[in-house]
T-cell receptor
Framework: SQQGEEDPQALSIQEGENATMNCSYK?????LQWYRQNSGRGLVHLIL?????REKHSGRLRVTLDTSKKSSSLLITASRAADTASYFC???????????FGKGTKLTVNP | DTGVSQNPRHKITKRGQNVTFRCDPI?????LYWYRQTLGQGPEFLTY????????KSRLLSDRFSAERPKGSFSTLEIQRTEQGDSAMYLC?????????????FGPGTRLTVL
């Protein structure tokens, strides 16, 4: 069963605007990761945040993690048309570190 | 390109046929994962290997599915007697176990269509 749940399911913005996606999960985690997937392609790793971290930055990406609320957010600043993709959060669980994904947020950035 | 390769990229087969997919992970990565993704959904875990040992299998992995990783290098996923419900994208990921903080690097996937 899928555990990470992204919100919103779809988001359409204009180039230059910021995009915020949220993720909620149900159980304790080792870490939380965000991935991007262009239509019909493989997943590209964006950023990993450990369970003892609260915020992390990478270029135009900012990720927050609130373990008390079991939620995370991904902020993409100054969006570009090339950011158009589906974004997934995934939580790593157990000794296997298998990833449990949500259904994703489909982001459309209009030029 | 993450360095993880999968072949073939696309496979169309008739119901009842057997298919085999291959994944070549990043060379120094000791863990290899298989996931399945259907349209509009996130990937779902199928199984994983640490070196050549298959350590966990999902309940999604029926007995028609078998995976191997001989010598801890490449891996194969075979589906016997395919069904239309097997149509999906099959994704492989690899990682190097590093104190439990692992980034999984995904391949481009094999898209299976069962007619």
């Amino acid at each position: 069963s899928q555990q990470g749940e992204e919100d919103p399911q779809a988001l359409s913005i204009q180039e230059g605007e910021n995009a915020t996606m949220n993720c909620s999960y149900k159980t304790s985690i080792n870490n939380l990761q965000w991935y991007r997937q262009n239509s019909g392609r493989g997943l590209v790793h964006l950023i990993l945040i450990r369970s003892n971290e609260r915020e992390k930055h990478s270029g135009r990406l900012r990720v927050t993690l609130d373990t008390s609320k079991k939620s995370s957010s991904l902020l993409i600043t100054a969006s570009r048309a090339a950011d158009t993709a589906s974004y997934f959060c995934a939580v790593a669980q157990g000794g296997s570190e298998k990833l449990v994904f949500g259904k994703g947020t489909k982001l459309t950035v209009n030029p | 390109d993450t360095g993880v390769s999968q072949n073939p990229r696309h496979k169309i087969t008739k119901r009842g046929q057997n298919v085999t997919f291959r994944c070549d992970p990043i060379s120094e990565h000791n863990r290899l994962y298989w996931y399945r993704q259907t349209l509009g959904q996130g990937p779902e875990f199928l199984t994983y290997f640490q070196n050549e040992a298959q350590l966990e299998k999902s309940r999604l992995l029926s007995d028609r599915f078998s995976a191997e990783r001989p010598k801890g290098s490449f891996s194969t996923l075979e589906i016997q007697r395919t069904e239309q419900g097997d149509s999906a994208m099959y994704l492989c990921a690899s990682t190097k176990l590093n104190f439990g903080i692992d980034t999984q690097y995904f391949g481009p996937g094999t898209r299976l269509t069962v007619l």
